[in-house]
């Protein structure tokens, strides 16, 4: 009875040992190509947008009043707002909406002060290239 024991504080002991080796992985994969990037909080963007005028940035927050549409080319996009507790953006991106209100998520594009649409100006725009919802599993980390 006595060897029952010191096995499972040996499964506790490398259970500790792996776990915080397994979270970096599952870190590093996910925000890879934000560390490289480096990202930026949405206060800083709205605060030096001059600073980050049509250069490539990433962001992160939550997705509210996602919008569904099509481009003149008749491909699906869509838009969306991104919020922190500092500010908010909006989003757009070409394809398939893979997001949901409430998620929070990564988003990497470039970043425009002012775009002009018609007679409207948009202020505070990104062109979407990536987004990445945080709060569900990447099936590739799961074994």
Do not use: C, W
């Not at 060897?3 to 599952?26: D, I, K, N, Y």
């Not at 709205?46 to 996602?66: F, I, K, R, W």
């Not at 969306?80 to 998520?105: M, N, R, W």
């Amino acid at each position: 009875m006595a060897t029952q024991p010191v096995r499972r504080r040996g499964f506790f002991v490398l259970l500790a040992v792996l776990l915080p080796a397994v979270l970096s992985v599952v870190t590093v994969s996910t925000l890879s190509v934000t560390a490289a990037a480096g990202l930026l909080e949405i206060s800083e963007l709205l605060a030096h947008p001059e600073q980050y005028d049509h250069q490539d940035v990433v962001v992160s927050g939550a997705v509210t009043n996602v919008q569904l549409a099509t481009n003149r080319q008749g491909q699906p996009a869509y838009g969306f707002l991104l919020k922190d507790q500092a500010g908010t953006l909006k989003v757009i991106s070409l394809g398939q909406a893979d997001i949901h209100e409430g998620d929070q998520v990564i988003v990497e594009g470039v970043f425009s002060r002012l775009r002009q649409v018609g007679r409207s100006i948009v202020y505070n725009e990104i062109k979407a290239l990536s987004v990445k919802p945080l709060n569900r599993l990447n099936p590739d980390l799961v074994g």
